[in-house]
């Protein structure tokens, strides 16, 4: 059973922009693109009809629409189904395994758009608010590497979030918030060269400055 993670699932304009500014492409094109376009890209794995892949990320768009997260998942799931049925599944297993990639799309085209919405937000008040801190959901699930950056605060244009802005790596469900001094000083502000640096995947690539 695939686990449900929470979302903000709230309205957002931003974020559906985002999710329908992204070019379709198969899977292959999509790994020969370098890491600062693959994010500008939408791909399914192991769907090459890039009218089907059309139909899903426009699914997905429905997410910051205001859609209910389920009904999309579901949505979603009847258009990859089809494309899972020559492992020799059951119809059981198909709809199944249909539900889970349907699942992890939404995880990680909701999550990045979300995270884009954000930072163009958190940008457009940096002048007011010029420190970022590092937030995990606080759960049991959240990896060491996450749990070390858990409530560091460090300057908004420090390069260091150009890799660690999340979700910056699969499945990752933490957030930035944006302080200003007064409270950046009081939780305490890290330097550039005291910040973890948690290695991740190489094949996962994320920067919301790189989004338009």
């Known amino acids: 059973m695939t686990a449900k993670l929470s979302i903000e699932t709230f309205p957002n304009e931003a974020a559906v922009a985002y999710i329908k500014g992204k070019a379709v492409a198969d899977p292959k094109n999509f790994g020969n693109l370098p890491n600062q376009l693959k994010q500008r890209a939408f791909a399914v794995a192991g769907i090459e009809q890039l009218d089907a892949v059309k139909k ?3 699914a997905v768009a429905k997410l ?5 997260w389920d009904e999309v998942k579901k949505e979603i799931a009847a258009e990859i189904s089809p494309y899972l049925g020559d492992g020799g599944m059951d119809a059981a297993a198909q709809n199944r ?22 930072h163009q937000q ?13 937030e995990t959901v606080g759960d049991n699930r959240v990896r ?32 930035v918030v944006a302080l200003d001094e007064e409270d950046a000083q009081e939780f305490g502000i890290s330097e550039h060269g005291d910040m973890p640096w948690p290695e991740r995947s190489e094949t996962y690539s994320f920067d919301p400055s790189n989004a338009g």
């Open 144 to 175: 060491a590497g996450h749990a070390k950056l858990d409530g560091k605060v460090l300057r908004a244009d420090d390069p260091w979030w150009k890799t660690h802005y999340p979700p910056w790596d699969w499945g990752c469900r933490c957030v």
């Open 64 to 68: 910051p629409e205001g859609a209910n």
């Open 97 to 118: 395994a249909a539900r889970a990639r349907a699942e992890h799309t939404l995880r990680i085209q909701g999550f990045q758009a979300y995270a884009v919405a954000r």
């Open 122 to 134: 958190q940008m457009a008040t940096v002048g007011s608010h010029p420190y970022w801190m590092y």
């Open 56 to 58: 899903i990320r426009d």
